[in-house]
C-alpha cells in the first residue's frame, strides 16, 4: 500500500537516521559490497552533521528519499555567495512521481544562493528543468591512456616544485593563502579555495590520500595541484587510477600549469598510476592537456571510447546571486566531488 502524502517529512538528517540512510543507500548503491564503509568515506559524512536532506515516510519508519550535497562559498570578483553542490539525489522507485524530488531539491534551494550539479542523472535533471534550472553545459573529464615522463617537459628555470602529502592540516597553509588572494579576481567564478577551504576537503581518509604539489617562483607560491592515487580498499594487485583533483594558478600562467602537470604525472606514475584523469574548463589549461596526451570525450575515434566522461553542469540561484553564469565557472574533479567517481574494491 502507498503511504499517504502527509505522512511523508523533508527534512535535515539527524544522527538517529544512520541505520535507516544505510538501508536506503544499499538500494542505491546495489552493486557495492559494503554500503556502511562507503557512506563513511563520503565527503559529506565527513561534517557534522552531514548535510543532507532525507524524505520519512512516518507511516512505515522508513527513509525513502535523500538529497545528499557539498556546502561551498563561491567566489566571482569581489562578490561571494554559498553554494551546494548536489552530490547523492534519490527517491525509491516505489514513491517516484510524487514531487518527492522537488521537495528535496526545494528544501536546499531555500538554504544557499547557489544550488548546482555536475553529474546528474536524467531523471534528475528533469526534476532541476522544472524547478528553472539552467540549461545544462557540458564539461568533459580528460584522460591520460599512457602516460610517460617524455611526454612531460621538465620544470622550467625560475620555477621550483615540491610535493607533501596532506594530513590533517594543509602543508605550507600560509602561502596556499597569500596565492589565492593574489589570483582568485582573475577568475569570473570559481569555489573559494583557502587553506582552510582545501584543509576540510583534502584531509586524509582512511582509504583516501592527496599530495600538495606547489610551484613557487622566489619567494611567492605560483600554483599547485593536488593529487590522488586510487588505491585498492581489498588490497588486489591492480593499476590505480591517477586523478589530478585540483589546480590552482593564474589562469593566462601556463608555464607554471606546465610545471605541475609534469610533476603531478611523474608523482602519481611513481606511484603505479597507467592512467591519469582530470579536468579544467580554462581554455589554455585545456589546450595544454591535450598538448601533453590527454584525450578528450571529443577526440575523433580515441574520444568515442570516453563519451560517459562528459559532465553535465547545471544550476539555479536566487536574486542576490543574480552575477553567478556558468559561462566561465572554474571547475575541477574535487570542487563537487566528482574524483569520488573512482572507487575500487
Known sequence: MMAEADTLDVRPFVSGDRPR?????????????????????RWWWQSDPPPVMVVDDRATGRLVGLCAYIPSVL????????CAWFVDFYVRRDYQGRGLGKRLTRAVEERYAVTASLSQTAMAYRVFQKLGWSNRTAVP??????????????CPAGVRI???????????????????ARVNEAYPLLARRTSADLRRRYAAQPHRRYTLIRAGRGDECVGYMIVRVVRS????????????????????????????????????????CSRLWCTTTVPSQLALLRSRGFLSPDTPLLGRALTGNT??????????AA??????WYLTLGDCDIDYAWYVD
Open 21 to 41: 540512510l544505510v538501508d536506503l543507500l544499499c538500494e542505491v548503491w546495489s552493486t557495492k559490497r559494503d554500503v556502511d564503509g562507503h557512506v563513511a568515506e
Open 75 to 82: 567566489a566571482g570578483g569581489r562578490r561571494q555567495a554559498t
Open 141 to 154: 573529464v580528460l584522460m591520460h591512456p599512457w602516460p610517460k615522463r617524455s611526454l612531460f617537459p621538465g
Open 162 to 180: 615540491q610535493a607533501a602529502e596532506i594530513g590533517t592540516v594543509l602543508p605550507d597553509a600560509e602561502a596556499v593563502d597569500s596565492l589565492w
Open 233 to 272: 580498499r581489498s588490497g588486489r594487485p591492480i593499476a590505480p587510477p591517477g586523478l589530478i583533483v585540483d589546480c590552482l594558478v593564474h589562469p593566462d600562467d601556463r608555464e607554471t600549469f606546465g610545471a605541475l602537470l609534469g610533476e603531478a604525472a611523474a608523482v602519481l606514475t611513481a606511484a603505479g
Open 311 to 320: 559532465k553535465w553542469l547545471t544550476w539555479v540561484a536566487t536574486p542576490a
Open 323 to 328: 552575477w553567478v553564469t556558468s559561462a566561465e
